[in-house]
């Protein structure tokens, strides 16, 4: 079906949206929250030490130094971003986030003595 030019993009958009439905159902039965990044966000070309993006890079350049010193390998630089980048959105949304990555709400605990 995706070989169809006419329909291709609509079909493989209705797929990542059941893909994304079903892992939130799935995230909220198990307590936790699913976070989306945005598609255009430069995960792979932003240092994850300093913040600076890089203008542009090839596809096959799969390690980089940054210009402060940090010499990152593409996919682990990508996924500390994408980490971080969910930690903001958690933050954001009022949620604290522990030391190991997981989250809880935020509020006070009342304890009887």
Same mark, same amino acid.
């Given at each position: 079906?995706?070989?169809?030019?006419?329909?291709?993009?609509?079909?493989? !958009?209705?797929? &990542?949206?059941? @893909? %994304?439905?079903? @892992?939130?159902?799935?995230?909220?039965?198990?307590?936790?929250?699913?976070?989306? *990044? !945005?598609? &255009?966000?430069? #995960? $792979?070309?932003?240092? #994850?030490?300093?913040?600076?993006?890089?203008?542009?890079?090839? @596809?096959? %350049?799969? #390690? &980089?130094?940054?210009?402060?010193?940090?010499?990152?390998?593409? !996919? %682990?630089?990508?996924?500390?971003? *994408?980490?971080?980048q969910g930690i903001l959105k958690l933050k954001a949304e009022g949620l604290?986030? $522990?030391?190991?990555?997981?989250?809880?709400?935020? #509020?006070? @605990?009342?304890?009887?003595?």
């Amino acid at each position: 079906m995706l070989k169809n030019h006419c329909l291709a993009k609509s079909i493989a !958009d209705a797929g &990542w949206h059941c @893909l %994304i439905t079903k @892992l939130d159902y799935k995230a909220k039965q198990a307590g936790k929250h699913l976070v989306n *990044i !945005d598609q &255009w966000f430069a #995960s $792979s070309k932003t240092c #994850s030490c300093c913040g600076r993006k890089q203008e542009s890079m090839l @596809l096959n %350049i799969r #390690s &980089w130094t940054c210009e402060c010193g940090y010499v990152a390998d593409r !996919d %682990i630089n990508a996924a500390l971003n *994408i980490k971080h980048q969910g930690i903001l959105k958690l933050k954001a949304e009022g949620l604290s986030v $522990s030391a190991n990555g997981g989250k809880r709400k935020s #509020s006070t @605990l009342l304890v009887a003595a």
